[in-house]
């Protein structure tokens, strides 16, 4: 595709839900990114994969939040028994590589998680 | 924290003029980039400069990187109308995650 996708745009689900949100990275890049973004704040990192692993999960809060991405290409971002404080813009980016000198990241447009 | 600082947090000007944001960082890194965003979603791309570059020019944008005071300028030649968003600066260490500041809120008046 032309460019990062992620579905859906929108999700308002209700406290202790679960939801799974869809990344689709450009075609080629290795890297993908998961980034959650609060209203008046930048974005802040959750996990990172090259190719199938994920190489550095430290920003995802806790044990609520899994990320897969089997086949090196599409990942999904999984939230467990949703919370109030979930809401929030979730961001996935993706890069060519993962080499932190080279990796413009281009993000998609972003999926809206309200819980009510 | 390593988040990075933007300064100023907002700014308006008139269109036509130049816009000049300032971005510091505490760590040492390999790579700084600046992002716009529009309406809460989606961040585009705008410049990547790489720690051993000082300056690079894209259009209507010019970066700057001065790693020895740990910081990183963004202007906006002859601003326009359609400038108007949120403008982020993020970097990378040894890791290739990015790191974010709050953000700059530009306003440019028609």
């Known amino acids: 595709g032309a460019g990062v996708s992620q579905t859906p745009s929108n999700k308002v689900t209700e406290k202790g839900k679960y939801v799974e949100l869809r990344c689709d990275p450009i075609?080629?890049?290795?890297?993908l990114y998961w980034y959650r973004q609060s209203l008046g704040q930048g974005p802040e990192f959750l996990i990172y994969f090259q190719g199938t692993g994920a190489a550095d999960d430290s920003g995802l809060p806790n044990d609520r939040f899994f990320a897969v991405r089997p086949e090196g290409s599409v990942s999904t971002l999984k939230i467990q028994r949703t919370e109030r404080g979930d809401s929030a813009v979730y961001l996935c980016?993706?890069?060519?590589?993962?080499?932190?000198?080279?990796?413009?990241?281009?993000f998609g447009p972003g999926t809206r998680l309200t819980v009510l | 924290s390593q988040q990075g600082e933007e300064d100023p947090q907002a700014l308006s000007i008139q269109e036509g003029e130049n816009a000049t944001m300032n971005c510091s960082y505490k760590t040492s890194i390999n790579n700084l980039q600046w992002y716009r965003q529009n309406s809460g979603r989606g961040l585009v791309h705008l410049i990547l400069?790489?720690?051993?570059?000082r300056e690079k020019h894209s259009g209507r944008l010019r970066v700057t990187l001065d790693t020895s005071k740990k910081s990183s300028s963004l202007l906006i030649t002859a601003s326009r109308a359609a400038d108007t968003a949120s403008y982020f600066c993020?970097?990378?260490?040894?890791?290739?995650?990015?790191?974010f500041g709050k953000g700059i809120t530009l306003s440019v008046r028609p």
């Open positions: 075609s080629g890049h290795t890297a």
């Open positions: 400069i790489r720690s051993n570059e």
């Open positions: 993020s970097f990378t260490g040894a890791n290739s995650k990015l790191t």
């Open positions: 980016a993706s890069s060519r590589t993962g080499l932190s000198s080279y990796n413009e990241q281009f």
